[in-house]
């Protein structure tokens, strides 16, 4: 085996090891200090505020082009997943009542129309 003090991936792991305890200790002196925890704040507050403005310069920009906002868009999908599961209710009523009557159904499940067409007499077709 070879020497681990000549060895310079151990002499390199251990200086970033070392490094990164320095960096680690540094890092939580600063993060206790009230100053470092006021600065965050502020930061935060800053980032709502522009986030805010943002958001707002974008509805009137959307109203000026006359397209949906993103809450008009939500709206309009909620109200249609709405409208879906209605309508998944009715079909579901619906296969029940035909399964009930014995009305013909097709592969999925939807009545067929009844059938009128008679296929050709043997002889064929009358002229």
């Known amino acids: 085996m ?12 251990k200086m970033v090891g070392e490094m990164e305890k ?6 939580n002196q600063a993060m ?14 800053v980032a709502a505020g522009a986030q805010k ?16 906002s993103r809450e008009q ?15 998944g209710e009715m079909k579901s009523m619906l296969s029940q009542m035909a399964a009930g009557s014995g009305l013909p159904q ?6 067929r129309p009844p059938r009128t067409k ?3 007499s043997e002889g064929g077709e009358p002229k």
């Open 32 to 45: 206790s200090s009230p100053e470092f925890s006021q600065a965050m704040n502020r930061a935060g507050g």
């Open 22 to 27: 320095g960096f680690n200790s540094f890092a």
């Open 2 to 13: 070879t020497d681990k003090s000549n060895d310079p991936i151990a002499v390199w792991q």
């Open 53 to 68: 403005q943002l958001g707002e310069l974008m509805e009137k920009y959307l109203v000026s082009m006359n397209l949906p």
């Open 118 to 120: 008679r296929p050709p």
């Open 106 to 111: 097709g592969v999925d499940g939807a009545p």
């Open 73 to 87: 868009v939500t709206g309009l999908a909620e109200r249609l997943q709405s409208i879906e599961a209605q309508i």
